[in-house]
């Protein structure tokens, strides 16, 4: 009987792939999860829980994301500084005009660990309000959503 060995991904084996994803008309819960699961590697067959082999993903169009039923209005994101009445809170829509590419990161960063492994898989993470990036030299890869709502590299 020969025993059986866990194969496990080493630094040689980590190799970061570049993908470009369009947010427009995506629901933000989909897009989020999806490019977590890239994130993290779970795409791959070399995944290995306790190592970073994810890949690098470009969001463009952040701000033409999709929200379904009142989350415009009625969703907040809430922030405290510790001291009375230190509590602040901004609906999606006042943030979005702030800074449209902030529910879309902090969603991503939600579907993470909480971890210095998830500080480090959000670092591949780059988002962008418009159509344009700069990062056509590392040629990413196009990822599209299919009428499931699944992701689809190629």
């Given amino acids: 009987m020969t025993k059986q060995k866990t194969w496990t991904?080493?630094?040689?084996?980590?190799?970061?792939?570049?993908?470009?994803v369009d947010a427009s008309g995506v629901a933000l819960?989909?897009?989020?999860?999806?490019?977590a699961r890239i994130l993290k590697g779970k795409h791959k067959p070399t995944y290995t829980p306790h190592l970073?082999?994810?890949?690098?993903?470009?969001?463009v169009n952040a701000a033409r994301i999709?929200?379904?039923?009142?989350?415009?209005?009625?969703?907040?994101?809430?922030?405290?500084s510790g001291y009375p009445s230190g509590l602040r809170a901004r609906t999606v829509r006042e943030q979005m005009e702030r800074d449209p590419t902030f529910p879309v990161t902090n969603a991503v960063r939600g579907m993470l660990q909480n971890n210095t492994l998830g500080a480090d898989m959000l670092k591949r993470l780059r988002v962008y309000a418009g159509p344009e990036h700069g990062h056509a030299a590392q040629a990413p890869k196009a990822l599209r959503f299919d009428a499931k709502g699944e992701i689809q590299i190629g």
């Fill in 66 to 80: 999709l929200l379904t039923g009142g989350k415009l209005d009625g969703k907040t994101y809430t922030r405290y």
């Fill in 52 to 59: 970073n082999t994810g890949d690098h993903v470009i969001v």
């Fill in 29 to 35: 819960g989909r897009l989020a999860s999806s490019v």
């Fill in 9 to 20: 991904a080493r630094k040689e084996d980590l190799k970061g792939e570049w993908y470009v």
